[in-house]
């Protein structure tokens, strides 16, 4: 069963998604909050497989907890739970693995709970990964992409990129749209080669060419087939330092 945790200022509606969630039998509810502050000191002592994230919350945004999550090991997998749509766009910048509109809908939380559990099962069907085992004795990755598992030659990797909840992964062939989450594919490439350089952006710096100024100390970064990747601020330091500039 699937542990989850919510959060949401109302009370009604943490019940009426508890009282839908628990007519699945596929959950076991670990707890709930009403404030960001008691589910980000729960959270990691429950370590739930899925959190129920509102956004709309008294004083601050779940968007704030959800950057807070992505740094758990393990991270859960978020669902952003909310009445207001416009803010899709931010929701899987974050890696959310879906996002679903009040009032609530039994069907589409079943949904919800049925896409979740597919993605566990592809990532607990990929090639284990140890921090002590370097990828660089084999030079590939194993990526779940739709029912199978594909060996990704780190050397081909140009770039990775989050987007809508899945992650893009460009090689010098083709793209591969795959279900795991940048966070969790980061930690199984090589530190001397990648670099994350965005919220939803890791390079190889094999592939860069040139480094563009932008605005506001942001840059862009030119590769060998032309693509560019942004460099948000809060990563300008590490590139710099990684780059000798």
């Known amino acids: 069963m699937l542990k989850v945790y919510i959060v949401d200022d109302e009370p009604f509606a943490r019940d009426e998604l508890k009282y839908l969630l628990s007519r699945t039998r596929q959950v076991n509810i670990l707890g709930e909050s009403g404030s960001i502050r008691s589910a980000a000191k729960e959270i990691p002592e429950l370590k739930p497989d899925l959190v129920f994230l509102d956004i709309e919350l008294a004083g601050d945004s779940g968007l704030n907890l959800a950057k807070q999550l992505e740094s758990l090991e393990p991270s859960p997998a978020i669902v952003f739970a909310t009445a207001y749509d416009e803010y899709a766009v931010q929701a899987f910048d974050l890696n959310a693995v879906d996002y679903v509109l009040k009032p609530f809908d039994e069907e589409r939380i079943q949904k919800t709970l049925e896409k979740v559990k597919k993605i566990r099962e592809i990532e607990n069907r990929t090639i284990p990964f140890h921090p002590s085992i370097k990828n660089e004795r084999s030079g590939k990755i194993a990526v779940p992409v739709d029912d199978r598992i594909v060996l990704l030659s780190l050397s081909d990797i140009q770039y990775l990129e989050s987007f809508e909840g899945k992650t893009m992964i460009t090689t010098v062939k083709q793209v591969y749209t795959v279900n795991e989450a940048l966070v969790l594919l980061e930690k199984k490439l090589s530190e001397n080669q990648f670099l994350r350089v965005h919220r939803s952006y890791i390079v190889n710096m094999d592939f860069i060419v040139e480094i563009e100024p932008w605005f506001n100390s942001t840059f862009n970064l030119i590769l060998k087939d032309g693509s560019k990747v942004p ?15």
Do not use: A, E, P, Q
Request: charged share 25%.
């Open 231 to 245: 460099v948000s601020r809060t990563y300008v330091k590490d590139m710099k330092n990684l780059l000798g500039i």
